[in-house]
């Protein structure tokens, strides 16, 4: 049983579930842009679940509002069984840095901090002194391969180590849910199969995830994969 900061929640199977889903960008504009129409889905707790769809089909704008960065134009996004679409700003965000973590194409790295800084990051908020944040950031960096690179900034790494100090951030609150939009897309073949492996050993331990992806090396590990096309499920 799950719960999001004290509100009981509901049983495993349902960790994830929207209803009637639907995006419009610029509404009630000449630019309006219908982005989602009638997304159904329900996501169990433990589940690999893999977003593919061509470019433009609506998985960016899916992943931004299942994670609660984005909101739909009517619908609703159940997380644990709590209709978050009616959450305000300040509690989603406090749902997002207790129980999601974001892995994006383009890392999304702070420039002028070094690898441990971003990682040590999100739990500023936490109020982690700095001690302990510096331990539990550089314990996962050193999971990830990067123990050489804990004061390097971003510019000074290849896109490979820079998704992989992303990754660190992403996991250094021991997420429920992780959301990647695209992860390998910006880094090269290797570096792609090290991150598939880490993902898969984050399924291993019962993490949740969500992918958005055009890499197929994906589908060998998903336990869902869904096709979006258009902003509906194909
Ligand atoms: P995908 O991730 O599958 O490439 P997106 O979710 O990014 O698709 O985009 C879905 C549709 O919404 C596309 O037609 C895109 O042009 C449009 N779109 C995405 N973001 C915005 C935005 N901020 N403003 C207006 N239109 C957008
Ligand atoms: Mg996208």
Do not use: W
Not at 106 to 113: S, T, V
Not at 129 to 157: K, T, V, Y
């Amino acid at each position: 049983m799950e719960s999001i900061n004290g509100i009981a929640g509901c049983s495993d199977e349902a960790m994830i579930r929207t209803e009637n889903l639907c995006k419009l960008y610029n509404p009630h504009s000449k630019h309006e842009v219908r982005a989602l129409t009638d997304i159904n889905l329900h996501i169990r707790k433990g589940s690999f679940a893999v977003f593919s769809g061509p470019s433009g089909s609506g998985k960016t704008t899916l992943l931004n509002i299942i994670g609660t960065l984005d909101r739909p134009v009517s619908g609703k996004v159940f997380l644990y069984g709590e209709d978050v679409t009616v959450f305000s700003d300040i509690a989603l965000s406090v749902l997002r840095r207790d129980k999601i973590g974001f892995i994006f194409q383009d890392f999304n790295l702070i420039p002028r901090l070094s690898s441990i800084e971003n990682v040590g990051n999100p739990l500023l908020p936490l109020g982690v002194r700095a001690g302990e944040r510096f331990r539990r950031s550089r314990a996962i960096l050193e999971r990830m391969g990067l123990d050489d690179r804990l004061n390097h900034r971003p510019e000074e790494l290849s896109g490979g180590q820079q998704q992989r100090v992303a990754i660190a951030r992403a996991l250094v609150n021991n997420p429920d849910i992780i959301i990647a939009d695209e992860p390998t897309s910006s880094i090269d073949e290797d570096a792609g199969t090290q991150l598939i492996e880490t993902m898969k050993n984050l399924k291993s331990n019962g993490t949740t995830i969500l992918v958005a992806t055009h890499d197929t090396r994906f589908n060998d590990i998903a336990d869902e994969i869904f096709i979006i096309k258009g902003g509906r499920f194909a």
